[in-house]
């Protein structure tokens, strides 16, 4: 076998190296590029579910409050209540299943009381900065400028 062959070889698996190297270097170039985006959208999506549970735990307890039987408006002893109204002889539900923070994974929303102990609203218990700093008015819901999530409680208005 001639000398050339030989060294000509090695010379085209070295170059094959050089490019491979060169598109894991690109590819994690624009990693790196996107990866803030892709956080940020994450958390803009968790921050939107976050809203849309708030704001259906707001309605579900203004819709418990609104149904108490008699003339004496009561706010749910416990967010249970929500998911089974034992207050009627029929099935009453006034949310369809317990949520769970999306901002705070895993763990379960922080509970506002009323001085009589009852469940008036909920909150999150995550300690990261919003993105909307500013007001926000979801309609039953009016959530102040916060710099955590944990400052948003989402208490109903009920006449």
Known sequence: MPVGERCGSGVQQGFTYVWVLAAVAVVGIGLAAIGPAWVEAA??????????????????????????????????????????????????RHLRRAYGDPTNAGQPFGIVRGSDATVRGVFSRSVEAPLQQEPLDL??????????????????KVD
Do not use: C, T
Not at 70 to 85: C, F, N, Q
Not at 139 to 156: D, H, I, K, N
């Open 139 to 156: 309609g039953l819901v009016v959530l102040p400028a916060a710099r955590s999530y944990s400052e948003w409680q989402f208490v109903a």
């Open 43 to 92: 958390k803009r999506e968790r921050e939107a579910e976050l809203l849309r549970i708030g704001q259906l735990y707001a309605q579900a307890i203004a819709s418990y409050h609104r149904s108490s039987p008699g003339s004496e408006k009561r706010y749910p002893p416990s967010l249970d209540a929500l998911l089974l109204d034992a207050r009627f002889v029929g099935i009453r």
